[in-house]
């Protein structure tokens, strides 16, 4: 299904949308996709140039450097947000990062852990709290945070990455309860095998490793051993689904945790 067919069954018109991690890859593919579905799209990321880049593709967007970490600039960032447009309709939680390998676990620093578990849940923690009034004075309510499929099958290679994404499921079911009576709705997705810039360091990594030099291969070889459907999956797979949650035609799904993963997780 293509953005411009979605636009039948998941009109966002007049709907604010934050995303954050907007300023590459999956962040990138979904404000892109919740833009050309008619919300006005507030792109964030911690890198100015590229979450402008992302809102300059669109005819209703705003670009905000944000570090998700630091909960007095996220505050900043929603106020912001909030004195251009006066509400925000859509919460998409998409800035993440990767953790360093840890193979044993030991091997991931404190300072590793704290990190991955800063940006990756507290940075969904820190936006929903600061965009929870606005989402509550709002008639459509949406919260999707980007999880992935090692919070769901853990990730032996990436410990703190996989508790964090684990974590961040748990943290959707939280709010997902408390904020059903309102009629606001929270969901996780969780991507399975994309090709993203965080796989390119991450490839290599495992490359180095297993005694290989391409990290692409890396990634192929895991893409036909473990998805049912041997082949990867695209930012705008991902994106689509994320477009579908945040519409009308998904009023009554909350507190789920969809795979867009080739079938890893069945």
């Known amino acids: 299904m293509t953005t411009t067919s979605l636009t039948n069954v998941v009109p966002l018109n007049h709907r604010v949308a934050l995303v954050t991690g907007a300023g590459a890859g999956l962040g990138q593919a979904i404000a892109h996709a919740l833009g050309a579905l008619g919300a006005r799209v507030a792109a964030l990321d911690i890198n100015q140039e590229a979450c402008a880049q992302t809102a300059a593709a669109m005819p209703h967007a705003m670009a905000v450097a944000c570090d998700v970490a630091n909960n007095a600039v996220v505050q900043q960032s929603v106020d912001q947000v ?18 360093a390998p840890g193979m044993p676990f030991t091997d991931c620093s404190p300072e590793d852990w704290q990190r991955t578990l800063d940006i990756n849940l507290m940075g969904a923690v820190h936006v929903c709290a600061a965009s929870r009034q ?11 945070n980007v999880s992935s499929i090692t919070g769901v ?33 929270a969901n996780a997705v969780c991507p399975g095998f994309i090709y993203t810039p965080m796989w390119d360091a991450l490839g290599l990594t495992m490359a180095e490793r ?21 082949r990867p999956q695209t930012a705008d797979d991902v994106a689509h689904c994320v477009a579908f949650l945040c519409g009308d ?12 993963d080739g079938g890893v997780t069945i």
């Open 82 to 99: 909030l004195s251009a447009w006066s509400q925000i309709d859509i919460v998409v939680n998409c800035a993440g990062v990767a953790s």
């Open 134 to 144: 606005a989402l509550l004075a709002s008639n459509a309510g949406r919260v999707v």
């Open 153 to 185: 099958i853990s990730a032996p290679y990436m410990p703190a990455y996989s508790v964090s994404k684990a974590a961040l499921i748990s943290f959707t079911k939280v709010i997902a309860r408390e904020l059903a009576p309102q009629g606001i709705t």
């Open 210 to 230: 297993e005694g290989h030099t391409n990290g692409r291969a890396v990634f192929d070889q895991r893409v036909q051993s473990l998805v049912p459907m041997q």
């Open 249 to 260: 035609a998904a009023r009554h799904i909350t507190g789920q945790v969809i795979g867009v």
